[in-house]
């Protein structure tokens, strides 16, 4: 999904196709699934949200996995090395199912270059509601909500 070569708007468009054919794999865990690059900056958006492209994300705990860092929002963390599962956190706007700044909680996944293992070329960031975490108790629970 990430890495194809693609550029820009081009990429967005191609990134954001994948994103709607795998929702219908997700079985309605995520609100959404996002690529992110290793510099925080989002790739593509699964609701196509404008006001989340065009910043770094770096400052925050799903991206760097070492908890938000308000007041440096314009500055470089490095990206999480392994899995992570971001501090809860009120998420902007409305979802779908019209809940108003839902508190949510976001499982990122390094995307390693398959060539260089300590390279990775994005993450992959799921948001859910932080209420839909009992749902991936045990490991059977993992492996759904875990369904990318």
Request: hydrophobic letters at 35%; a neutral charge; one cysteine or more.
């Amino acid at each position: 999904m990430v890495g194809a070569g693609l550029q820009g708007a081009a990429s967005r468009v191609v990134l954001h196709d994948r994103l709607l054919r795998f929702k219908k794999y997700d079985r309605s865990i995520f609100l959404q699934v996002d690529p992110v690059n290793p510099q925080g900056f989002i790739l593509a958006d699964e609701l196509q949200e404008p006001e989340l492209y065009g910043r770094s994300w770096a400052w925050r705990d799903w991206f760097n996995g070492s908890g938000h860092k308000f007041g440096q929002e314009g500055q470089w963390f490095p990206p999480v090395n392994q899995t992570h599962i971001s501090q809860p956190y009120v998420a902007h706007g409305i979802d779908e199912r019209n809940q108003h700044n839902p508190l949510s909680v976001s499982i990122t996944v390094p995307v390693r270059d398959p060539e260089t293992k300590e390279r990775i070329l994005a993450l992959l960031v799921g948001t859910m509601h932080f209420g839909q975490v009992q749902n991936c108790s045990g490991i059977s629970g993992w492996r759904s909500c875990m369904a990318m």
